[in-house]
């Protein structure tokens, strides 16, 4: 596979690598990993992180793996597995054989912990969980001992072995570090490393009735693989003294260094998974990869590109403090890819009726439009156009404001690609007062230059042949969030934007996109970019996805700013 090179800027991160390579640790060796909990489908925040983790592999000409962190039985399944692969793959970034499963190192696991428990560092406890919360103190006070911590270490093996074999109920024992219960910070007041729990596992049906816990599982499944830089998000900072304790306890050499980075939280949506999946259950929205969503599948189907999506993770840039990205700029990026790429078409998305009445009936004239202002390469496609076309019936104003450059009465406008029209007539329906059909007339010599007379005409509009058109449904997408921090709100879905989908079931576009294959994308004249959807797409009856509109606000912010 193509793999991509994304540009490189300097950061905290890479001053680690640089200054570890300079040390000469690790063998000169840079060995990174993805490490997906397979509970959900990866989101805009993951795709940070794969651009982050693939892109320094791809940097210092190391190596990343792919690993399933599926240590929690709960919710994982080979569906989010398949998805997440499918996901990467898509974003550009490959693994070769480096796809890993935590749950293949179940065994080693275990070995690792009976290790730790013949070093007398780690005993098996029997207090329930509340009383471990009890006994783990609070940020001001210090915890207490555990009365089971100083069993014999031939005890703990016989209890931890018997853990294993199913011998006790659920939350009956856990196994234990024994490191300091006084320790200023939390997390290293005899963490959890092992607990029961019954519940069959995906990949390992019901062969462990124990699983072990993330802070001990994650650093021992990066000394695993060799992995040199295990780069995480900054909620695990307080953990990393955990992760080297385990580590420096059980690894000889080469040990694994654990880098923690902000997330990333993009505004107008949610990036939590537990969230992201309540919007799927709950049905709010159709799917995972509904185009709403800020899934890497939901923003596939809506039309952003790879290429994109690297774009803004490379703006954006990695960093050690939280903060709120603001969607505008990863739709900046969407468009400036898109600008490049997408052929252009016409689409009326809410078609009024115009009828030429200068124009012979009968005739029509294939006009040969570029499919790409500024790039010969893609060709020229062509129009047809007729005496009857639809035209956008907010192009048309009955009693417009000054300022307006588009139809009106007694005005003239411009059809991209074609005539210049003028307003005669209109026809309304009778009862409702509807604006039902226009009636033109168009300027013969206007097709290659303007007016005869040197007159100006201010607007273009695009338009159809009606008897061309195919009929097209259309959908527009809102943002899925009225609030710009959704994922701050405790009862976010309070916030949800009843108007983020609106169908268009009457829109007509020309001949030429009839074939859209799924996936595909155009520039709609005027409209924004579009992508035929990748599920409901069929031949000849294109589904479109609004990807985004052609006005760029984040060039207006950032023009502000600067
Ligand atoms: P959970 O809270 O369920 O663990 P998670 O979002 O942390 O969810 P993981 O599958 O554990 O999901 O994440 C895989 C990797 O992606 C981790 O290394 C995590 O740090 C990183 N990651 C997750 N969310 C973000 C985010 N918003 N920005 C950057 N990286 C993220
Ligand atoms: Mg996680």
């Excluded at 999946?277 to 990869?289: F, R, T």
């Amino acid at each position: 596979m193509q793999q991509p090179v994304t540009p490189s800027p300097t950061d905290f991160i890479r001053d680690i690598i640089d200054n570890d390579l300079c040390a000469g640790k690790n063998e000169g060796r840079v060995a990174t990993r993805f490490p997906p909990e397979p509970n959900g489908y990866i989101h805009i925040g993951h795709a940070k992180s794969v651009c982050l983790n693939f892109g320094l592999a791809l940097q210092y000409k190391g190596t990343c793996n792919l690993r399933m962190d599926d240590t929690d039985p709960i919710g994982e399944s080979m569906e989010y597995v398949e998805s997440i692969i499918r996901d990467i793959r898509w974003l550009g970034f490959d693994w070769d054989q480096r796809l890993f499963y935590a749950s293949d190192y179940f065994e080693k696991l275990y070995a690792f912990a009976v290790k730790l428990i013949k070093k007398g560092v780690a005993y098996v406890c029997s207090l329930n969980a509340d009383e471990i919360r009890e006994y783990r103190g609070t940020f001001t006070e210090p915890g207490k001992d555990s009365p089971y911590r100083n069993r014999l270490v031939k005890e703990n093996l016989d209890l931890f072995a018997r853990m294993r074999a199913g011998e006790f109920p659920d939350g009956a024992h856990t196994l234990r570090a024994k490191i300091d219960m006084a320790a200023p910070n939390i997390v290293m007041r005899d963490p959890i490393l092992y607990r029961i729990k019954r519940e069959p596992h995906y990949r390992t049906g019901n062969k462990w009735v124990i699983y072990p816990m993330y802070d001990f599982a994650h650093c021992l499944s990066d000394a695993l693989e060799n992995i040199t830089h295990s780069i995480c998000t900054l909620e695990f900072e307080n953990n990393r003294p955990l992760y080297d304790w385990i580590v420096e306890r059980l690894i000889e050499k080469n040990r694994p260094r654990q880098i923690e980075f902000a997330r990333l939280n993009l505004s107008y949506t949610v990036l939590s998974k537990r969230r992201l999946i309540e919007l799927v259950q709950k049905k709010y929205v159709n799917g995972w990869d509904d185009p709403r969503m800020p899934t890497v599948s939901g923003m596939r189907r809506r039309g952003y590109t790879p290429e994109a999506i690297r774009q803004f993770c490379a703006a954006i840039g990695v960093a050690k403090n939280d903060n709120l990205i603001d969607v505008a700029l990863l739709e900046h990026c969407v468009r400036e890819d898109l600008n490049e790429r997408a052929p252009r078409a016409m689409c009326v998305l809410r078609p009024l009726k115009v009828i030429i009445d200068n124009y012979p009936e009968g005739k029509v004239q294939q006009l040969n439009c570029a499919n790409h202002p500024k790039r010969p390469d893609m060709g020229t496609r062509g129009v047809p156009f007729s005496r009857e076309i639809y035209i956008e019936r907010e192009d048309f104003m009955e009693n417009p404001p000054k300022k307006y450059n588009r139809l009106a009465p007694g005005r003239e406008v411009r059809l991209r690609n074609a005539y210049v029209i003028k307003f005669e007539k209109m026809v309304k329906d009778e009862k409702s007062g509807e604006i039902i059909e226009l009636h033109c007339s168009y300027a013969p010599e206007t097709l290659e230059g303007p007016p005869a007379d040197g007159r100006k005409v201010q607007g273009v509009i695009h338009w159809v042949s009606t008897e061309h058109a195919i009929p097209v449904e259309v959908r527009l997408y809102d943002r899925l969030f009225t609030i710009s921090n959704p994922g701050a709100e405790e009862e976010f879905l309070k916030f949800l934007n009843p108007s983020s989908l609106e169908i268009l079931q009457n829109s007509m576009a020309e001949q030429s996109i009839a074939d859209a294959r799924p996936l595909l994308s155009y520039q709609f004249e005027r409209q924004g970019y579009f992508c035929a959807d990748e599920n409901d797409t069929k031949p000849g009856k294109p589904v479109f996805n609004r990807i985004v509109p052609l006005r760029d606000s984040w060039t207006k912010i950032s023009e502000k700013e600067a």
